[in-house]
């Protein structure tokens, strides 16, 4: 194996980060837009291929035993060691080749979707910085290096959300994204820390002091935890809570949403291919843990389903397109929770690569759409859009199959694998049971929310946008439209987006069709993906039921109450006048409340709380010290000032008194003294 590829693979993003920020502007003076969105492409692009050829030589070995290649220590003081080093093995080359190969697409469509933003180049090097970040978290071999990359990409989602900064909307979604991540953050510095002292604590020898190393650290830690469930359990929930930050797990899902205000293409690649995914890929790496906590993986599963349950309902309360996908991702994640709480971890990352399809088909076809209609992202608006955009309506249509797990499509799959090993697996309880019967309701959910955001944007009447109102462009300083702006009337109509835009929807259609089949037979991906076993621990033994039938139903019912609900077009309790809404859906379409309750509790909450803490503590208690300390001083002075009258008589009679009174206390001493 070229262990050079491997840094290739992470350096290649660097270098077009590099050209973008440093050289970009000029560049593009020079060359072109278009030939820079090429230079933007190409890194992705080829970090893809040398993937795909590790992934070859991986493949072609019997048991595809993993590879650690090192560059050198990084951190070694006081008996820890932490190298630098990448670790080449199933999990992390299945990773490697979603982002690049998924991240290369969506990159193309950019090069088209943003051709008209001043800060073309501003926005790609942004883009290759995130897929770096990206590889080096799941490439990395040790927890150190996962939690660069893990911070790394939440820096880099922070100013692709926030990309369009004169945007106020834009600047908070992004403040809100960096903000909920930290909370996660700090519980997975927690997670890394008390691995540490649990097997130092322990006086088992590491090798080279590499405790945070994988291939060296989980074997002790297995050691460990083993004689101490209570640290498992603490340890895996430490874990979880920063994965439930990074994959918006609820009540940490809040970010998510909101990130939908930044370019169309930076949803996709946050919710298909890169942060989002980052819980699941901890979780499947740190899998041990959990398998040494049922309690742990108990509330894993619970928090899983009910995660998928919330925000599928939530979901037919949205209008804006791209929110509608957001919660869909929310809730879709939650059926990756589900597998790994009952032990299914190759299944959750199986609907992580059949998702990172069929999601970044449906936002890119979204982006399409957006694009096609002047920017109006509200479904209200649209109608019979299938008539102008052919291909991007049977693109789209793929991908709503897909995640409502019509069989034969990828989504099918990888959802059954969930569903099938939460039902009949016992690791977690009965709430791996429970978890697994409440996602077979979420998948109908899913069938039919796609189902109306489909109706209402590809079919129906188009008169709903032939009659609105010319509204006045207004153009963010960087260029770009504003997205509320509505331009269809008259004899303008949609058209369909360039080739650089449509050529990716037609790959990941291809792809969110036939791949998750592919994967599945002869249990490809399972066996791929653990080609040992589950885990140290061993292969988790159970009967997997057959679900279709329910599977069947489930997406069957979804779509057909759908269609049959919007298929005469937007119904009037859904219209433009909320106040005709049903109340479930005014409150699902503000979240219940959830969001505004974190926002009263923490963030204003903690304002008033600094409010009232100022108060006392500043104004009274520190003012109050340093005003007291010098009114006293000011006192003793003005005293002092009464004295100081300028008369020399005065001066020589209290030097006389002063005199008499030190000769005085002296005989008094030496007289006592002498008796």
């Known amino acids: 194996m070229d262990n050079n590829a491997v840094w290739l693979i992470i350096l290649l993003p660097v270098l077009g980060f590099l050209i973008q920020g440093l050289a970009g502007p000029s560049l593009q003076k020079r060359i072109g837009k278009k030939a820079l969105g090429v230079l933007?492409?190409?890194?992705?692009?080829?970090?893809?291929?040398?993937?795909?050829?590790?992934?070859?030589?991986?493949?072609?070995?019997?048991?595809?035993?993993?590879?650690?290649?090192?560059?050198?220590?990084?951190?070694?003081?006081?008996?820890?060691?932490?190298?630098?080093?990448?670790?080449?093995?199933?999990?992390?080359?299945?990773?490697?080749?979603?982002?690049?190969?998924?991240?290369?697409?969506?990159?193309?469509?950019?090069?088209?979707?943003?051709?008209?933003?001043?800060?073309?180049?501003?926005?790609?090097?942004?883009?290759?910085?995130?897929?770096?970040?990206?590889?080096?978290?799941?490439?990395?071999?040790?927890?150190?290096?996962?939690?660069?990359?893990?911070?790394?990409?939440?820096?880099?989602?922070?100013?692709?959300?926030?990309?369009?900064?004169?945007?106020?909307?834009?600047?908070?979604?992004?403040?809100?994204?960096?903000?909920?991540?930290?909370?996660?953050?700090?519980?997975?510095?927690?997670?890394?820390?008390?691995?540490?002292?649990?097997i130092s604590?322990?006086?088992?020898?590491?090798?080279?002091?590499?405790?945070?190393?994988?291939?060296?650290?989980?074997?002790?830690?297995?050691?460990?935890?083993?004689?101490?469930?209570?640290?498992?359990t603490a340890i895996a929930l430490l874990l979880f809570g920063g994965a439930a930050g990074k994959s918006a797990q609820f009540p940490l899902?809040?970010?998510?949403?909101?990130?939908?205000?930044?370019p169309t293409p930076v949803s996709?690649?946050?919710?298909?291919?890169?942060?989002?995914?980052?819980?699941?890929?901890?979780?499947?790496?740190?899998?041990?843990?959990?398998?040494?906590?049922?309690t742990a993986s108990a509330i894993v599963c619970a928090v899983g389903a009910f995660t998928a349950l919330f925000a599928a309902i939530i979901a037919f309360g949205q209008t804006d397109i791209k929110k509608v996908l957001a919660y869909s991702t929310v809730s879709q994640l939650g059926f990756m929770f589900i597998a790994c709480g009952a032990g299914a971890y190759w299944a959750g990352m199986f609907h992580v690569t059949t998702h990172a399809f069929f999601k970044a088909l449906l936002f890119l076809g979204a982006g399409a759409v957006i694009h096609a209609m002047s920017h109006e992202q509200d479904m209200r608006y649209y109608g019979k859009l299938g008539k102008y955009l052919p291909i991007t309506f049977?693109?789209?249509?793929?991908?709503?199959?897909?995640?409502?797990?019509?069989?034969?499509?990828?989504?099918?799959?990888?959802?059954?694998?969930?569903l099938g090993s939460a039902i009949a697996n016992s690791h977690a309880g009965q709430l791996s049971a429970i978890s697994g019967w409440v996602g077979l309701g979420v998948a109908a959910l899913t069938a039919m929310y796609m189902g109306r955001l489909a109706m209402l944007t590809f079919f129906g009447k188009e008169e709903r946008w032939r009659k609105l109102p010319v509204a006045e462009h207004h153009d963010h300083e960087d260029?770009?439209?504003?997205?509320?702006?509505?331009?269809?009337?008259?004899?303008?109509?949609?058209?369909?987006v360039p080739v650089a835009m449509w050529l990716p929807l037609v790959v990941l259609a291809l792809l969110s069709a036939g791949a998750g089949f592919i994967l599945n037979q002869g249990k490809r991906f399972e066996h791929w993906l653990y080609p040992s076993g589950l885990s140290q621990l061993g292969e988790l033994k159970h009967e997997v039921p057959n679900l279709e039938i329910y599977s069947y139903i489930a997406?069957?019912?979804?779509?057909?109450?759908?269609?049959?609900?919007?298929?005469?077009?937007?119904?009037?309790?859904?219209?433009?006048?909320?106040?005709?809404?049903?109340?479930?859906?005014?409150?699902?379409?503000?979240q219940f409340g959830f969001d505004a309750l974190l926002t009263n509790l923490f963030a204003e909450g903690g304002r008033d709380v600094a409010i009232g803490t100022s108060a006392f503590l500043e104004d009274q208690v520190i003012d109050g010290a340093v005003e007291g300390s010098a009114s006293g001083t000011r006192n003793f002075g003005g005293w002092l000032q009464q004295i100081q009258t300028g008369a020399v008589r005065l001066y020589a009679m209290l030097m006389l008194l002063g005199g008499v009174g030190f000769v005085g206390y002296f005989l008094f001493v030496v007289n006592r003294g002498g008796k």
């Open 40 to 198: 933007a492409v190409l890194p992705i692009a080829a970090s893809f291929v040398l993937g795909l050829m590790l992934t070859q030589g991986l493949a072609s070995q019997e048991h595809a035993e993993a590879v650690i290649v090192t560059g050198g220590s990084w951190i070694n003081i006081m008996g820890l060691n932490i190298p630098f080093e990448w670790v080449v093995d199933p999990l992390s080359m299945t990773m490697v080749l979603i982002i690049t190969g998924v991240g290369a697409l969506i990159h193309l469509y950019s090069t088209a979707y943003m051709a008209e933003d001043k800060d073309f180049s501003r926005f790609f090097a942004y883009l290759n910085l995130f897929v770096a970040a990206m590889l080096v978290l799941v490439l990395g071999n040790n927890l150190p290096l996962l939690f660069i990359g893990w911070e790394g990409v939440g820096l880099c989602s922070y100013l692709l959300i926030g990309f369009w900064y004169t945007d106020t909307t834009n600047t908070k979604a992004a403040n809100k994204a960096f903000i909920v991540n930290r909370v996660g953050d700090w519980s997975l510095m927690l997670g890394l820390f008390l691995i540490v002292v649990v």
């Open 201 to 232: 604590g322990a006086n088992i020898p590491v090798e080279d002091n590499r405790y945070l190393s994988y291939d060296a650290m989980l074997p002790a830690l297995t050691t460990a935890l083993k004689a101490n469930p209570a640290m498992a």
């Open 253 to 262: 899902y809040v970010w998510l949403p909101d990130a939908m205000a930044g």
């Open 268 to 294: 996709a690649l946050i919710h298909a291919a890169t942060m989002v995914t980052s819980g699941v890929v901890l979780l499947n790496r740190m899998n041990i843990v959990f398998q040494l906590s049922p």
């Open 394 to 418: 049977g693109t789209m249509m793929i991908g709503t199959l897909a995640i409502a797990g019509v069989p034969g499509l990828s989504g099918f799959y990888s959802k059954e694998a969930i």
């Open 479 to 496: 260029g770009h439209d504003d997205d509320h702006s509505h331009a269809l009337t008259g004899d303008h109509k949609p058209k369909e």
């Open 555 to 590: 997406a069957g019912l979804g779509l057909v109450a759908g269609v049959l609900v919007y298929i005469g077009g937007l119904p009037a309790k859904e219209g433009l006048d909320e106040t005709k809404w049903a109340r479930w859906r005014r409150s699902a379409a503000n």
